[in-house]
């Protein structure tokens, strides 16, 4: 059984720094072309936004919105996904998931919350 772990949120200032993990168990992982998704306040869980893309071979993509401010990799020997975030701003604030792209059900972890606030 696949077991999805997200980690490393917290609650920092405007400009704040936070660094996201999540850890994909069943050997799986390397297959995977992954994401992390974004669930905002108050919106069904329906509604989570891709914001970064990873492909197996390290390839990335990122929505206009964090380009430049948010960083994805990935290690497959260690089954884990990064997600570097800098200049963190309010609008920022939401729960993120990781999941394969496409998403797949069987994929969704607890999440970790990030909020940014002063």
């Known amino acids: 059984q696949v077991k999805v772990v997200e980690s490393g949120g917290g609650s920092v200032q405007p400009g704040g720094s936070l660094s996201l993990s999540c850890t994909v168990s069943g050997s799986i992982f390397r297959f995977l072309t992954m994401g992390w998704y974004r669930q905002a306040p108050g919106a069904p869980g329906e509604q989570r936004e891709l914001?970064?893309?990873?492909?197996?071979?390290?390839?990335?993509a990122y929505k206009d919105f964090v380009r430049g401010r948010f960083t994805i990799s990935r290690d497959n020997d260690k089954d884990t996904m990064y997600l570097r975030m800098k200049n963190l701003k309010p609008k920022n604030k939401a729960i993120y998931y990781c999941?394969?792209?496409?998403?797949?059900?069987?994929?969704w972890g607890q999440g970790t919350q990030v909020t940014v606030s002063s």
């Open positions: 999941n394969s792209v496409p998403r797949r059900a069987t994929l």
């Open positions: 914001v970064t893309t990873i492909l197996t071979n390290g390839s990335t």
